[in-house]
């Protein structure tokens, strides 16, 4: 029986501003389109799509998917560097993990070069613009069904 639990599709901070935010690193596609590129992507999947500027929410997030969900992707903007208490609770989490980057992180400046949250991803995208999500939405499936 394939496994039907949501895919967890989770943003950190300042990805709420994409389509304005620094354009020349980011693109102009907003997270609302991503969000409709991951639906089409998931073709009946169900996913949980959420974005927050905060680290606790996020945590939370991790933690439904911990019960809840079949696979996560996601992008932890800045807290992807700071955060030992989001590769904690990704840690307790069994199924697959992608870390996504819209942009190469490690073509920018060293404070994006080290992840913490690489320390648990099954696999890590970075610099494949905006389209990464529905890539990581297809790979993850497979992950899934594997
Ligand atoms: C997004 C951010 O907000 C930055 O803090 C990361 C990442 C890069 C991205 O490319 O999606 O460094």
Known sequence: MADTKPIYILNGPNLNRLGKREPEIYGTTTLVEIEGWCMEAASGHPIRFHQTNSEEKLIEWVHEAIDEGAGIIINPAAFTFTSIALLDALKMFKGPIIELHISNVHRREPIYHRSYVSMTATAVM??????GYPMAVRAI???ISA
Do not use: I
């Open 141 to 143: 499936k497979d992950m």
């Open 126 to 131: 970075a610099g494949f613009t905006a389209k």
